[in-house]
């Protein structure tokens, strides 16, 4: 079942010479974790921006061609209306929180949605502790620190309990500590809870082992899209300049030189460390 | 040369950034400052441009007391790129953006030109000259904060979080670009969390810690010291995870760069199939 | 600037801190009214008296003090002023009854400043944008204000962080004359704007992916509630409210002056 599906999606901003993102067909399956990469301009930012509406009805420009989310044809119903099934997380952690508080933030859209205060609470609470915050919850967003807020402004989308969760470069300004934990949080609630993830992402070497999917972008169009072991150990895969994971070149650069560890192209150094360790026991 | 003597430094707040910290930068060095946020890395290197002056102890540029001179003054020979470029950029073009520094520092007017021609060329904005720098992306708006600050030839460069928000090829050509900087006798001060690309280059190291300097060598060396990790939580490089988990005994546990990484392998696998 | 000092939250906790920001700002209106009402010394007197004890409840006595130091300035030309216009008009003499109208008027100021002052201190940012989202304020101010003063420590961080940036490119502040001064802010200003344009869209963005705008009838997580405090505080309000109108029409006023034998 496609949660999220277009269909030669081409957009451009207003005032822009030439599209964004052109002839853009992809599905999402329902509980799927996806991987979206490209080099920087490659149109994954626009993309995202389309699942919930914010394109075209925030950013107004040309948008061609059809957007299916959640059953619902996203240019036309309201973003209000998206936010109820598709949740977006953005890159900059400061400028997602608006409340002198954690909670009240988390709270944020259920108050938009009129929720009433008992449910309000019990969702809120369940969001702040997905996102092991919920110590956090009476302080204010100025004193954390990035990773803290990122897992906030995760915690408020999530209290809306949305079928997908799309995340933009969500660590870009944090460090890779505060990344890794991000990405567990991410993982976790794709596994227990069925929620479908669209991760939006540079930094593979933390993330790949965790897509079933990936599609890979560049100047506007789909490039590859495919299962994650097989786009990433194409060669053309890396000349597009996407950085792939050093366990995934590392396998790549001993099977040429002779190297054959009967198995799939690891996506992780867990993975390549075990099938080192397999091809040691003759 | 940049020389660090047991400095203390203490925001307004009260709050104690610095805790006694010391360090020699030497000419031509390439150094990377690492640490968790609020390790101090950031409050340590605006001392070298006189941004900020120690409570405690002293920090000379070229033997000259950062305390003794202004900051304008200090700025010819160091010059700081900051994180985010939007927090510079202002003028209309590119041109007067590179020119901002150079009128500041008294430079007369065809020495100006020249000199803006030359940074849009080794940055490879010289099509951009006469756009305004808000129309650009965002890698290229890093690239014009960075012509504008090498527009005036610093020796000592200082680069805070220059991988924040860029691609793998960005990084790529930053990393290439640092070496060339480096090649031309330049000192160059990084700031940064971003454990691969420090593998990538392997600079020398500087980690911090709560205000203190907790370690300085070699990147490969600190970087997989796991007593290092646990304590100032940067995490292992890619490469190095590989030969953690390997637990092969006879392997250096120090290798953190994807060549020598291959070449270690083969050799492993060839004498383990060999027996 | 010391005025501000005494605006400035304090997280205390006080039953003045616990009591509801709507029934502490009818409390402020009516000192305000009952500050009015009077042209004499010995009535204000007895209102900025009267607000000492809640300065003393609320544990705020050093910023409040402060605040009152920096309104001295103000008071001084208050009562300057006063004298002055008696002075003038009455062929440059002066009473003792100008000077203790003038005082009356110095007084007048210093009460409000007071409570005003406690207000402020013992009122949080987001117990006064609580209060006023579940007031008859239309939604969209309560937020904008809240959202204000959640970003004013963030603007000011970026302020000081662009004006490193420019220093770091040989920008000098405080040198040349005025003219070139006010040019040397531009390189400060324009980044600024620029940059609140652009975290104001993308808080927009964040908005509008929270469903803002989803309903007219939006809820709220908090619900400020009316406590034993807040009536005893109401029981206080209606106090002087009842006290200043009997004793505006009942009860004839002496003059300070009186006491020493002046007409």
Redesign the interface.
Known sequence: MAVIETKSLTYTYPGAAKPSISDVSMKVEKGEFVLITGPSGCGKTTLCRTFNGLIPQFYQGELKGEITVADLDAAKHPTYEMAKHVGLVFQNPENQLFALSVEKDVAFGLENLGFDRQEMRKRVDWALNLAGIYDLRERSPHEMSGGQQQRVAIASVLAMQPEIIVLDEPTSFLDPLSAQKIFEVIHDFNKKLGLTVVLVEHRLDLTAKYADHIIIMDQGTIRFDGATREVLSKEETRLIGVGIPKATLLYEMLKKEGVNLNSVTPLSSEELAKMLKEAMKF | MLTVEDVHFSYQSGVEALKGVSLIVKNGEFVAIMGQNGAGKTTLVKHFNGLLKPTRGKVRVDDVETTKTSVASLARNVGFVFQNPDHQLFSETVEEEIAFALKNFGYAPEVIENRITWALNLLGLTQYRKTSPFMLSGGERKRVALASVLAWDPKILILDEPTIGQDHQQKENLRQFIMQMQSQGRTIVIVTHDVEFVAECNPRVVLMREGKIVADGEGKDILTDPALLEVSSIVLPQIAQIFTQLQVPSLPKNVIDIYEAKTLLLRLLQRRQRL | MSVFDGLKFRKVYSPIHNLDPRMKFVYVIAIFAAAIAFYSVIPLLALFIFQIPFVLLARVQKQWLRSLRGATFLAAFIFLVNLAGNFFTQNYTLTVANVETAAAMTLRFVVLVESFSVFFLTT???HL?LALEQSRVPYEFS?AF??A??FV??LAE?AQ??M?????????LEKGNFMKRIRNY??IL??LI??AI??SL??????????????K???????LKLHKGDFALLGIIIGILILTVYVYFYVPIPTVRSFFGYP
């Open positions: 949080s940012p987001d944008g937020f809240t959202t003063v959640r420590p963030v970026e962080t662009i490193d940036a420019q220093k770091a490119r040989g920008l000098e531009i390189p324009i980044p620029v940059s652009r975290r993308e808080l927009a963005e964040a908005m509008e992916s929270r469903a803002w705008g989803a309903t009838k939006r809820t709220n997580l908090y619900a």
